[in-house]
């Protein structure tokens, strides 16, 4: 018996090198949706092999983790994951889950590519932006201290070699995507040396990329531009903060973090997620909208080449989402997330 | 009234009972009053001789001290700055930079609260309809202190104050502005989960004060949620007060989803002065010199200087005719869709005075 399966598994599958893939399914609706995104790769034939893990209530290290060391190590080994929303227990002694990721795993660029998706109406049609969001330092370095009673300081910090690792990685996608822009925001009016340090070496980066143009915006501008036209942006890069501010106004003019993909990129590893909260008022009740998770999962599969499937998922989301029959409640629709995703398989 | 400066805009004309158009004065108010006048550069110029002609046509009793060509740094041109309370802006802009914000400016005359009003006006295709924002900003302090330097080669810091006196005095000065503006809700903009210290004062500060207008409905909000729900649902929004750098990416924000910077009017006040412009500090610069830019913003401003100067019958007067010039009479600038120069704006917002 054994040999035969050991022989059928070389023979049936030789060219299938499942590859090992870790999913932290999260809080809330993070287990139904998981699931959900699991069904639909099974029968799109993706060759992954989920790892489960899990994020703890408690802390487990000193700096108030609520990951083990032995995930961490396993994520880099294995290189994927996939993630899904999670609660960080309010109080002293506990690290935020992103910041543990970020800074353990160096994560050091957040991509979220906003794309309009035909089917959801929003008062901004046409949206095709990507934020590239440095997300190692400036204003989330958690420098601050109390200067005399009364005046507080906050430390932002931009380093050269953060600069430089953004801002290649942001040119490369831009090229590996075939896009045409890449704007660099920024306020170096107001702090001439921080921002006029990440604009120095975007511009310095952009020679090597003749092919892509670059330019500068401010911030307030960018801001301006996003909400009065943004069809015309492609891809931006920028500094923490910005980044935080503008790639949330991105998923707005898209309909929102429920349909919102996103990614967190480091030298080792790649952690993509869903950046919605854990509805614990609807968690349990297979009424949760799986497509962030899964569009996150469309953009990993891509990062690990396995371009085929991840077209057919992409092709046979966008369907359903446009034919606007099977929609779940935050969408407008009477749907459970079985019957969603259901309708996606059936379009495979 | 809700807000009078919209209100205004399609206001009971015809009913000259009640309306501000009868405003018992003092004995004397009537009386000539000194306005600063700083074209500054760039669509500067354009917008304040607007202003002045539009002022003129209406015989308002204000004389204009035009300070042209202005220079911040000369010691002597500073210094008129201080002599009337009143100063209506163009555009400034620092000379040879390419990216300014002049907060020396702002801190030099101590203009600590900037406010823009953003509303859907009628006749300008918005993608937002209903929406009535006031966005207060600090704006002197925070990520603007302007404070950097080289750690080490490579390495650059910029520090972010905050104090407990600028935060309570900006909470101050928004629930006040909520309260006799009639305005129902101030929704405190932050990122105090990240920035624990510096945005917590100033959340504490905003709670301090909120105990006193227990009739105003306070709520917070953290930044990056507050501009998807500006672009996503603007209208649960009605006075919005924020630090420095928020301040300046939400006022862009709003202008976005209503009528574009081109109508989007501002001012930054102080304690000893007032100061008139448009709601975004953009420069212009691309526009300059060719006389398309849309006067209306530092139009609706000045209406905001007048009713400062206690001289609402003027207000309502301007805005109702840059009302009526927009969607009755269907003559728009370039960035509200049309193809109106500058001037040709102008005249017919003059024509529409006293209607």
Redesign the interface.
Known sequence: MNIIRKASSTILRPQFNFQKVILFPGDGIGPEISKAVIDIFDAAKVPIDWEFHEIHKKRVTEQGDLITEETLKQVKALKYALKGPFETPIGKGYRSINVTLRKRLQLFANVRPCKSIKGVKTPYPGVDVVTIRENTEGEYSGLEHEVVPGVVENLKIVSYNACQNIAQYAFEYARANNRKQVVACHKAGVMKQGDGLFLKVCDDVAKNYPEIQFNEEQIDTMAFKLANDPTKIDVMVMPNLYGDIVSDLCAGLIGGLGLTASGNIGKDCEVYEAVHGTAPDIAGKNLANPTALLLSGIMMLKAMKLNDQAQRIENATYSVLEEAKYLTGDLGGKSTTTDYTKAIIDKL | MKNCVRQAFRSNSTLRGAWSQNYLQRPGEGQLKNVTVLPGDGIGPEITRSVMQVFDALHVPIKFDVLDNFNFDNDEQRSLLKKNECILLGVMTEKN?????N?RFYKYLDLYANITFAFSVEGIKQ??NNTDIVVIRENTEG??S?V???VY?????????????ASLRIAEYAFEFAHLSGRKKVTAVH?AN?????DG?FLSAHREVAQKYPFIKYEEMI???C??????NPTQFDVMVMPN??G??????????TG??GMAAGASIGRDHALFSQG???TGRDIAGKNIVNPSALLVSSSLLLRHLGLPNFADQICSAVQETIQDRKLKTKDIGGKASTEQFTKEVIKCLGK
């Open positions: 930079q390419k990216y300014t914000d907060y993608r937002h990520e603007y302007g950097e330097h080289e080669p490579g390495v650059v810091e910029s520090i972010k104050v905050t104090t407990k006196q990122k990240i920035m624990k210290l510096v004062l930044i990056d949620n501009c998807m729900q500006l672009v996503k750098l928020y300046s990416i939400v006022q862009n924000v709003v202008a976005g989803i574009g910077v975004c500090r953009h």
